[in-house]
């Protein structure tokens, strides 16, 4: 018998819509109206200048640890912007652009990045599932997330989002090869900053794509220049579609750079040279987008200049609510089981009384763990 080629039914493409000099392929340009390009533009300055600021706050001892997402802004935007808020976000750790879009307070953020289990919790009735730190675990369940979306038959989607180190984990392979034999509608955003913290992206895997992985799982891969805002928006437009219509999910491959330390317990400077960060600096995707909307005459310089204070007025009053926030030390006991057992109502009683012992801030505790719920102090 002769040797044949195998046809494959998928194949890899890469977009890119605007340059980093504003030139846009007129043929690919989004359909956005103006009011959404000053929103989006916005929110991506928001997410830069929040990024920035929450780096100040962890050099102050302000907050625990922060892992930024520099130069990442339009790969996690673009997807969100492209679903409805009845739709799912399933984030990673590096997507506050996407966070901050789908409507979480500022101050939320802040207090998850302190170490409060409050700054976890999704605003109330939102489809979006908590800040998720291991490692493409979110994967998994984001396929299920999307499966129960198809068998609701609700006509929504789930946008989730992984990193390129997590493309090597188990749970990135069992979620999208179950996601695919489902056809549940999901769009896995791969946002390729190059980096996995010390471990860069050739060693990763021997892929010349990490988009090209959906050809192995028999779904839609597509590479697309995660700088550029207007390309994510419209790979994900065209997935979002595809999947309302049954046509099961796709993996955008954003590929991006990591322009900061991975979090601030971080030193890349240990492992990658400063040349080549010096080259993604033209990528900047804020500055790419600045060109687009200034040449349109959407956004002003002077409109932008207003923007920014308030941007960073509205940074400062999120910052003093979070400060102002009082953690309550009991809340962890809330957590952990629907009813809670007896060693832990034991452990509860014993803690309250160290506490009432060293400072007297639980004079008010009545030793009783069910009314435990009504002294958690929420921000809203
Ligand atoms: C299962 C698991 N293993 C290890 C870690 C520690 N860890 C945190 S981030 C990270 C690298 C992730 O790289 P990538 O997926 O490329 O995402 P990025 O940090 O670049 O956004 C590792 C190994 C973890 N959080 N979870
Ligand atoms: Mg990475």
């Known amino acids: 018998m002769p040797r044949k080629k195998i046809e494959l039914e998928n194949i890899v493409e890469n977009i890119s819509i605007l340059d980093q000099d504003g030139n846009v392929d007129k043929a690919l340009e989004p359909k956005i109206s103006n009011d959404d390009l000053r929103r989006l533009f916005r929110a991506m300055t928001l997410a830069r200048r929040y990024d920035e600021r929450m780096l100040k706050l962890q050099r102050q001892g302000r907050i625990g640890t922060y ?6 802004e339009a790969a996690s935007l673009g997807p969100v912007y492209a679903i409805n808020k009845d739709d799912w976000f399933v984030p990673s750790f590096r997507e506050p652009a996407a966070t901050l879009w789908r409507g979480w307070p500022i101050d939320k953020l802040i207090l998850w990045w302190g170490g409060n289990e409050f700054g976890a919790t999704p605003p109330d009735g939102a489809h979006d599932v908590p800040i998720c730190v291991p490692v493409a675990s979110q994967v998994q369940y984001a396929a299920g997330i999307a ?13 989730a989002f992984v ?3 997590g493309t090597s984990e188990g749970d990135f392979h069992e979620g999208m ?5 489902f056809g549940a509608p999901l769009i896995l955003i791969i946002q390729n900053n190059q980096w996995a913290i010390s471990l860069p ?3 990763q895997t021997a892929s010349q794509t990490l988009a090209q992985k959906a050809i192995s799982y028999g779904l839609n891969g597509l590479q697309v220049d995660g700088n550029d805002i207007l390309a994510m928006i419209y ?10 219509k049954g046509g099961g999910p796709t993996i955008i491959e954003a590929v ?4 900061g330390v991975h979090t601030t317990a971080d030193d890349p400077k240990k492992y990658r040279t400063e040349d080549e960060v010096d080259c993604w600096k033209p990528k900047c995707p804020l500055a790419r987008f600045w060109l687009y909307v200034k040449a349109k005459g959407v956004v002003t310089e002077k409109d932008r200049e207003k923007m920014e204070e308030e941007i960073q007025n509205d940074i400062t009053a999120a910052i003093e609510r979070a400060e102002q926030y009082a953690p309550n030390p009991l809340e962890p006991f809330e957590h952990c089981f629907a009813e809670m057992p007896l060693h832990l109502k034991r452990q509860l009683k014993e803690f309250k009384a160290y506490l009432a012992a060293t400072n007297g801030e639980t004079s008010s505790a009545d030793g009783n763990p069910e009314n435990l719920a009504g002294y958690s102090k929420h921000l809203h």
């Open 67 to 72: 892992g930024p997402a520099l130069g990442q």
């Open 147 to 159: 499966w129960g979306c198809k068998l609701k038959k609700n006509g929504g989607v789930a946008v």
């Open 163 to 165: 990193g390129d180190g």
């Open 177 to 181: 090869n179950c996601a695919a034999i």
């Open 201 to 203: 992206r050739k060693k």
């Open 235 to 244: 790979a994900t437009r065209e997935a979002v579609d595809r999947a309302r």
């Open 256 to 259: 991006t750079y990591r322009m």
